[in-house]
C-alpha cells in the first residue's frame, strides 16, 4: 500500500515564526503536492513538485514556499506565519506510471493553529 | 467561475439505501479526470473512483458508480446500499492538464449521514 506521512497531526506555532510541514511517501512517486483544506472552501492547492527540486504554484502560493531535494520528500514553508494561515495541510503523492495517473494519495494532515 | 461545484452541503440518507451526490464542472480541456474522495472523520482524504473524460462507460468501483454526462459536465457520485460507516464528507475532483498539468481542483464538499 502507498503510503504518505506528515510529519505533525497536530501543531500550535505563534504569529511570526517560522513552520516547516514535511511530507514523505514511500512509493517512488514523481509527483507530490501540498493543499490547505478551511471549511466551506474545500481543498486548495498551495504547491506541485513533478520532481526533484522542481516545483510549480498552485492556486494559493501567496506566503508559502516549497523544498523538494530527495524524490520521497516534499515540504512546505511558512516562512513567517500568520494567524490567516491556520488551516488543515494536506500532503498528497501521485505516480505518472501507474494505471491510474491521475489518482493521488493523501496523507493524514496536519491541523496548524497560529496564535 | 467555480471549475468544481458541489451544491449540497449536507445530505441525509436511511441506511440501505442509495444516495447521489452532485457535482458539476467546468473545463475547456477535452482531457481531464474527475475523481470522488471520502473524508472521514479522521481526515485522511480516501480516494473512491475515478472517470476519464475519454471513458464512455461509467466508472464503477463496488458500491460506488459515477454518472458520468459529458454534455451537462455533470460527474455526480451514485453510492449503493449506504451503509453507517459512509457517514463522512465527499469532495469532487477534477484534473485538467495532462499528465503533468497542476490544475488540480476540488469542490467545497458534501457531508453525507447515513441514519440507521
Known amino acids: 500500500d502507498v503510503k504518505v506521512t506528515q510529519s505533525s497531526r497536530y501543531l500550535v506555532k505563534r504569529t511570526g515564526e517560522k513552520v516547516f510541514l514535511e511530507c514523505v511517501q514511500d512509493?517512488?512517486?514523481?509527483?507530490m503536492f501540498w493543499y490547505r483544506q478551511d471549511p466551506g472552501l474545500g481543498l486548495r492547492l498551495i504547491y506541485f513538485?513533478?520532481?526533484?527540486?522542481?516545483?510549480e504554484k498552485g492556486d494559493i502560493p501567496e506566503g508559502y514556499s516549497v523544498s523538494r531535494e530527495k524524490k520521497e520528500r516534499f515540504s512546505l514553508i511558512l516562512e513567517s506565519a500568520s494567524t490567516n494561515q491556520t488551516s488543515m495541510y494536506l500532503c498528497?503523492?501521485?505516480?505518472?506510471?501507474?494505471?491510474?495517473?491521475?489518482?493521488?494519495?493523501f496523507g493524514p494532515g496536519t491541523r496548524l493553529t497560529v496564535t | 467561475a467555480q471549475k468544481i461545484t458541489q451544491t449540497q452541503p449536507g445530505m441525509f440518507v436511511q441506511e440501505k439505501e442509495a444516495v447521489t451526490l452532485d457535482c458539476t464542472y467546468d473545463?475547456?480541456?477535452?482531457?481531464?479526470?474527475l475523481f470522488w474522495y471520502k473524508q472521514p472523520s479522521s481526515g485522511e482524504m480516501i480516494f473512491l473512483i475515478y472517470?476519464?473524460?475519454?471513458?464512455?462507460q461509467n466508472a464503477t468501483e463496488g458500491r460506488y458508480s459515477l454518472n458520468f454526462q459529458k454534455a451537462r459536465k455533470s460527474a455526480n457520485l451514485v453510492i449503493s446500499a449506504s451503509q453507517l460507516g459512509d457517514s463522512a464528507m465527499y469532495f469532487c475532483?477534477?484534473?485538467?492538464?495532462?499528465?503533468?498539468?497542476?490544475?488540480?481542483?476540488f469542490g467545497t464538499g458534501t457531508s453525507l449521514t447515513v441514519i440507521p
Open positions: 475532483a477534477m484534473r485538467e492538464g495532462g499528465w503533468t498539468g497542476n490544475q488540480f481542483y
Open positions: 472517470q476519464g473524460s475519454y471513458d464512455e
Open positions: 513538485s513533478y520532481d526533484v527540486k522542481m516545483k
Open positions: 473545463t475547456s480541456d477535452q482531457s481531464y479526470g
Open positions: 498528497a503523492s501521485s505516480s505518472r506510471d501507474s494505471v491510474r495517473p491521475y489518482e493521488q494519495y
Open positions: 512509493m517512488d512517486h514523481e509527483n
